[in-house]
């Protein structure tokens, strides 16, 4: 009885034992210690930002330190540069390869009406590369006095300058009103022009005196060298009828002088002896 009764008031301290609350509470961290910790935290990101926003934007890395330009044959190449040195000093992330806006700059670019199109090429750390497309002239398109470069589209793009004494020269016998960034004529019109232009002696053993536009773009009025002159339809291949053209003059080559051949009708020609 004794025995047992030791058991239970052993088995009642057990009981009693782990029951304490201490042995269950868990062990509480320091506040002050966390929050030190978290600051410190914090102030290394904040410190890691600035360093990387100076490094990006304020140090030397990448500052644009070299600007290349294609090579050019029409455009004034030095005013291209003077347009991107001012772009690159109105703001000092205009200089900076990261923060430099290659839209904005081509924009700037693209003023000149010589330039077809821009490519800006960023090569880091401290590389710009721009490639101009230039504009072609086809021809010079002349209304009373004045005279315009024309390019392949047909957009009048300059005016003209004694750069292009070679360029064909098409009078408007209208005398319409035009100006620079307009298209008085459509691209078929300078393709024809341009082939006109390239084939016509090698085919005709003649020259082109003048060109004029009679009513509209479909029609060209071409005078030669010689006493005749000819219509063309410049909606039509012109190596096709520049043979049409090359065929008229030999048949009639022992006959009376040629005043003109007439090459608008499809499948058909017409010319006229004086």
């Known amino acids: 009885m004794r025995l047992i009764g030791n058991r239970s008031r052993t088995k009642g301290h057990l009981d009693r034992g782990y029951r304490q609350p201490s042995i269950y509470t868990r062990t509480q961290q320091d506040p002050v210690r966390r929050d030190y910790k978290k600051s410190f935290l914090l102030t290394l990101l904040f410190i890691l930002i600035i360093g990387i926003v100076y490094l990006a934007f304020f140090s030397p890395l990448f500052q644009v330190k070299s600007v290349e330009i294609n090579n050019l044959k029409y455009q004034d190449k030095e005013e291209i540069e003077k347009k991107v040195s001012k772009y690159r000093s109105s703001l000092f992330l205009h200089n900076n390869l990261l923060s430099l806006s290659r839209s904005s700059l081509?924009?700037?670019?693209?003023?000149?009406?010589?330039?077809?199109?821009?490519?800006?090429?960023?090569?880091?750390?401290?590389?710009?590369?721009?490639?101009?497309?230039?504009?072609?002239?086809?021809?010079?398109?002349?209304?009373?006095?004045?005279?315009?470069?024309?390019?392949?589209?047909?957009?009048?793009?300059?005016?003209?300058?004694?750069?292009?004494?070679?360029?064909?020269?098409?009078?408007?016998?209208?005398?319409?009103?035009?100006?620079?960034?307009?298209?008085?004529?459509?691209?078929?019109?300078?393709?024809?022009?341009?082939?006109?232009?390239?084939?016509?002696?090698?085919?005709?053993?003649?020259?082109?005196?003048?060109?004029?536009?009679?009513?509209?773009?479909?029609?060209?009025?071409?005078?030669?060298?010689?006493?005749?002159?000819?219509?063309?339809?410049?909606?039509?291949?012109?190596?096709?009828?520049?043979?049409?053209?090359?065929?008229?003059?030999?048949e009639t080559k022992n006959k009376k002088k040629l005043e003109y051949i007439d090459l608008r009708v499809e499948n058909k020609i017409f010319y006229k002896n004086y």
């Open 106 to 250: 081509k924009k700037e670019i693209n003023q000149n009406s010589g330039i077809r199109d821009v490519n800006i090429i960023k090569r880091y750390p401290d590389r710009l590369i721009i490639q101009v497309e230039e504009r072609t002239p086809a021809f010079v398109w002349q209304v009373l006095d004045h005279k315009y470069l024309v390019d392949e589209t047909g957009l009048i793009w300059a005016d003209y300058d004694d750069r292009f004494p070679d360029l064909p020269v098409v009078f408007d016998d209208k005398n319409l009103p035009t100006e620079i960034g307009k298209k008085p004529v459509p691209a078929n019109f300078s393709l024809f022009v341009i082939g006109l232009n390239k084939d016509f002696s090698l085919m005709t053993g003649r020259k082109i005196k003048k060109m004029e536009v009679v009513d509209t773009s479909s029609e060209l009025k071409v005078r030669s060298d010689s006493t005749w002159y000819a219509y063309f339809d410049t909606n039509r291949s012109v190596k096709n009828e520049l043979i049409n053209l090359s065929r008229v003059l030999e």
